[in-house]
């Protein structure tokens, strides 16, 4: 399929997943993700040595999502955030039995049962772990039906390299909106064999355990290590982010998703008015991108952090550079999206 | 055209909503009382229910799901419709939801309009999943026909790939759509156009009318 197609974000991320060689899939739907577990059902339903199953509920998807990837194959749920939240136990047990899945969160508002409008209140969850537990997903945040694509078959390279569950973390906006796609042909990427872990029977070997305790703790502390130095060797090698005029810029916002694809109107309508602004886009969350924000923290020292949440990245950001550079914060939430005149408005009262 | 009921069905996006409000547009020009029906309900968002106050402007009504039902996702089906479907003075446009799931709500409203002075069109992009090809359009058309218990009577063509459409994009996608009118043995209505290729594409390159569309339905950095 290398022609263009229309997709909506919930659909490209299905079809995505089914060219990386997703064939499982078990999830509950909630709005505003239900088109996605709608394309699933369409298409694995027909497929050969393919699973579907709409669960009874969240917290079944996600263990049905543990046993399948047991078995070392490539297994995706998705949900919006209020279901997200009903996962996290199960996601803790799949990132300390470290295997390996892919979990879509199109986030909406809340907290709560809140509405079924865009938001990114869930960043915290995401990239600090979520469920109990000294853990961290692979969060990568996308910001148009083509990256929705493009980062849902990277996810699940990045979830078998590491054996940790990764997370496409987008919001009801992209996942609602329409664009047109591609599917290309992707490099063939080198991955660890699964052999040595999973279960898929044990005649004539040694019987494989995937088990996410252990009660002693001198032991559970060294799984803990182990699982830890997998994070350091994510940020070492797989952050990603986009960066836009940030070499004179007068300010540097720091944006990802919906909100970055506002802001590059925003930057187009500010140069207009003669004012330089800069984008820095964490594409990886988790990893985050802080070498590059600390980096330009030198150089330029007004920063302004854009979230569809009362602020939440702004403390990596923070944390990014650490003192050297104003850091301030524009944020709307409870569904509601910040226009580009809006943060337009809000940047002209920092220069 | 000039059925009074006019109901827009078709795949999910394949872009009855922006059709729907720019036919309602139209229709207004030749009749005083025009009236859009948001019968929306799959979609969450993007429904003719966000393009409200522009069609009141315009002296269109439009029936959605008021205040804070507009954002309920609720399967919702206000009582005026019904009224609205017998009163012969209006010109009724149907905004349905999308695939047969969507028109699951027809069904409600069968008995009425089956002796009616309605058509029921099937909106098709070629290039939305599950509409590709000639196959999947008739199967489509099967689905919502059984699902609606109602007759599909004319075919809308819209191939286009958003803000990525080009000439070549709308006549290549229009003959595959011609084609499965014919196999369908259905009249194909009109093409639909983003308004800006007006230049470029003229009616006269088309055998069939050409309906120029402007979109509604913008997105937040548009």
């Not at chain 1, 939240?85 to 879509?104: D, K, T």
């Not at chain 2, 470029?200 to 950095?221: G, S």
Request: net charge positive.
């Amino acid at each position: 399929m290398a022609e263009k197609i229309l997709m909506k974000g919930n659909e490209a991320i299905g079809e995505a997943a089914i060219c990386a060689g997703c064939r499982y899939y078990f999830g509950y739907p909630i709005t505003p993700q239900s088109e996605l577990i709608a394309y699933m059902a369409k298409k694995l339903l027909k497929m050969k040595d393919a699973s579907f199953v709409q669960a009874e509920s969240e917290l079944a998807a996600i263990n049905m999502v543990y046993g399948a990837a047991s078995t070392g194959v490539r297994v995706m749920t998705s949900s919006s955030s209020p279901g997200i939240s009903l996962m996290q136990e199960g996601i803790s047990y799949i990132a300390c039995s470290e295997v390996p899945c892919v979990v879509v969160n199109m986030m909406r508002g809340g907290p709560g049962l809140g509405d079924i409008q865009p938001a990114q209140g869930d960043y915290f969850q995401a990239t600090k772990g979520g469920g109990h537990g000294d853990y961290h997903l692979i969060v990568l945040a996308p910001s148009s039906v083509q990256e929705l694509v493009d980062l849902t078959m990277d996810a699940f390279d990045l979830a078998d390299k590491y054996r940790n569950p990764a997370m496409i973390l987008g919001d009801g906006l992209l996942g609602q909106m329409m664009e047109a796609v591609e599917f290309k042909e992707r490099p063939k990427v080198d991955l660890p064999s699964k052999e040595s872990w999973t279960l898929v029977g044990c005649k004539g070997r040694k019987p494989h355990w995937i088990v996410p305790f252990n009660l002693n703790p001198s032991v559970l502390e060294k799984m803990n290590l182990v699982i830890n130095e997998k994070y350091k060797k994510l940020k070492e090698h797989e952050v990603r982010y986009e960066s836009i005029n940030i070499e004179n810029a007068d300010l540097i916002i720091v944006a990802y998703g919906t909100v970055a694809r506002i802001v590059k109107t925003v930057i187009q309508k500010a140069k207009k008015e003669g004012i330089n602004i800069g984008l820095i886009r964490p594409i990886t969350l988790f990893p985050f991108p802080e070498k590059i924000i600390s980096k330009t923290a030198e150089r330029i020292k007004k920063f302004l952090v854009v979230e569809m949440s009362l602020g939440q990245m702004i403390e990596d950001v923070k944390l990014a550079v650490n003192g050297k550079a104003e850091v301030n914060f524009y944020g709307r939430c409870g569904g509601i999206i910040p226009t580009p005149i809006e943060i337009l408005k809000e940047l002209n009262k920092y220069l | 055209m000039s059925k009074r009921i006019k109901i827009f069905v078709g795949g999910f996006g394949s872009g009855k909503t922006e059709i729907a409000i720019n036919y309602s547009i139209y229709c207004r020009k030749n009749y005083r009382q025009v009236a859009i029906v948001d019968l929306d309900i799959v979609n969450p968002y993007f429904r003719t229910r966000e393009a409200k106050d522009a069609l009141n402007l315009k002296d269109i009504k439009v029936i959605a799901p008021q205040d804070e039902w507009a954002y309920a996702g609720l399967p919702l089906i206000s009582p005026e419709i019904k009224g609205l479907i017998q009163d012969a003075d209006y010109h009724l446009i149907l905004d349905v939801g999308g695939d047969d799931i969507g028109t699951v709500v027809l069904g409600n409203f069968k008995s009425f309009l089956q002796d009616l002075d309605y058509e029921m069109l099937l909106v098709v992009n070629s290039y939305r999943p599950f509409t590709q090809s000639i196959l999947q359009i008739k199967q489509m058309a099967q689905e919502i026909e059984n699902t609606s218990r109602l007759k599909i009577s004319g075919v809308i063509s819209n191939p286009n790939l958003s803000i990525q459409t080009d000439e070549e994009i709308i006549k290549q996608g229009h003959i595959l759509i011609k084609r499965a009118a014919q196999k369908l043995k259905l009249p194909l209505k009109f093409i639909c156009i983003d308004e800006r290729f007006s230049q470029k594409l003229k009616t006269e390159n088309f055998k069939e009318a050409v309906f120029y569309i402007k979109r509604f339905m913008k997105l937040p950095w548009e």
